[in-house]
């Protein structure tokens, strides 16, 4: 389900989640991702291209992070910032921490764009 981007609440009004640059070196990987998907391989050649195209545009849409900083949406997109050589990508950081996420039965309740 393709749906907008997380959303907080303020008075009871959503408002956008706000971008930030966040260092790649920050960004962790969730061990889910390669139970649910295959593994992120740098020399796949969608992988290049997409580095390509980052290297080109930079990141176009931004990763979404736990605010402990654990990816819930943009594997791909970290590993081709990567190989594009960039030090920080465009984040959007969720108001819970891992252990909320595994909680509360991982990503099904958050809906992403990637």
């Known amino acids: 389900m393709i749906a907008a981007a997380p959303s907080r609440r303020q008075n009871g009004k959503l408002r956008?989640?706000?971008i930030q640059q966040v260092s790649i070196n920050?960004?962790?990987?969730?061990?889910?991702?390669?139970?649910l998907y295959q593994p992120v391989d740098p020399a796949d050649p969608e992988i290049v291209e997409l580095a390509?195209?980052?290297?080109?545009?930079?990141?176009?849409?931004?990763?979404?992070?736990?605010?402990?900083?654990?990816?819930v949406s943009g594997h791909r997109r970290l590993v081709a910032a990567k190989l594009a050589g960039l030090a920080a990508v465009p984040?959007?950081?969720?108001d819970l921490?891992?252990?909320?996420?595994?909680?509360?039965?991982g990503r099904n309740g958050?809906?992403?764009s990637e």
């Open 16 to 18: 956008p989640v706000p």
């Open 26 to 35: 920050d960004i962790l990987p969730s061990s889910e991702n390669e139970e």
């Open 52 to 71: 390509c195209s980052v290297k080109a545009h930079g990141v176009q849409e931004p990763l979404i992070l736990t605010a402990d900083h654990f990816i």
């Open 91 to 94: 984040c959007k950081m969720l």
């Open 97 to 105: 921490r891992r252990i909320m996420l595994d909680t509360f039965g």
């Open 110 to 112: 958050v809906e992403t």
